[in-house]
Antibody
Framework: EVQLAQSGAEVKKTGESLKISCKGSGYSFTTYWIGWVRQMPGKGLECVGIIYPGDSDTSYSPSFQGQIIISADKSSSTAYLQWNSLKASDTAMYYC?????????????WGQGTTVTVSS | QSVLTQPPSASGTPGQRVTISCSGRSSNIGSNTVNWYQQLPGTAPKLLIYSNDQRPSGVPDRFSGSKSGTSASLAISGLQSEDEADYYCAAWDDSLSGHWVFGGGTKLTVL
């Protein structure tokens, strides 16, 4: 069974760093793009960016360029979303999802989500 | 403000047919296929329709999608109480090196 398992909830202070993870199983992790999607409290879905674990080719959505870092580790079949200095506005649920047929295809399998709470 | 435009809410009674619209531009819906996701309260989104009108295995044929020009629609026939959820459209946008865009979501209420 194809699964994406995300790391647990995080509670951090503004200015702190954070790295959350998304571990793929049940498929060839290196041959499918992975996307990260943000959902702020009570709001809709926004794509943060995508990564191809095979060669770490990465594309960030314009609103998130320079704000976050997406990476992947082929050896552990894990993708990461990282912040160097958190802001209160980073408080949200973050989902990872597999892109089925290429970067511009569709997100067919989703992780359970990681809640990130940032306070001062 | 989301790049793709959806009505914030929709409603219907059990058994009815409802449609949810999604409007974009030439760089996204006009050039690429549209996907629809269903998000039940407190859960992760689930793929409902892909490539404009394709249903993944397990999705009832009550759900259907269509696209014309820079707009797309999701139709739900034979509405059931368990269809009460948030629905999002999404498409790849070719501008600025390419990125995913979503609609703002439509909250469907089954009366």
């Amino acid at each position: 069974e194809v699964q994406l398992a995300q790391s647990g909830a995080e509670v951090k202070k503004t200015g702190e760093s954070l790295k959350i993870s998304c571990k793929g199983s049940g498929y060839s992790f290196t041959t499918y793009w992975i996307g990260w999607v943000r959902q702020m409290p009570g709001k809709g879905l926004e794509c943060v960016g995508i990564i191809y674990p095979g060669d770490s080719d990465t594309s960030y959505s314009p609103s998130f360029q320079g704000q976050i870092i997406i990476s992947a580790d082929k050896s552990s079949s894990t993708a990461y979303l990282q912040w160097n200095s958190l802001k209160a506005s980073d408080t949200a649920m973050y989902y990872c999802a597999r892109l089925r047929g290429g970067a511009g295809s569709w997100m067919d399998v989703w992780g359970q989500g990681t809640t990130v709470t940032v306070s001062s | 403000q989301s790049v793709l435009t959806q009505p914030p809410s929709a409603s219907g009674t059990p058994g009815q047919r409802v449609t949810i619209s999604c409007s974009g531009r030439s760089s996204n819906i006009g050039s690429n296929t549209v996907n629809w996701y269903q998000q039940l309260p407190g859960t992760a989104p689930k793929l409902l329709i892909y490539s404009n009108d394709q249903r993944p295995s397990g999705v009832p044929d009550r759900f259907s999608g269509s696209k014309s020009g820079t707009s797309a629609s999701l139709a739900i026939s034979g509405l059931q109480s368990e269809d009460e959820a948030d629905y999002y459209c999404a498409a790849w946008d070719d501008s600025l090196s390419g990125h995913w865009v979503f609609g703002g979501g439509t909250k469907l209420t089954v009366l």
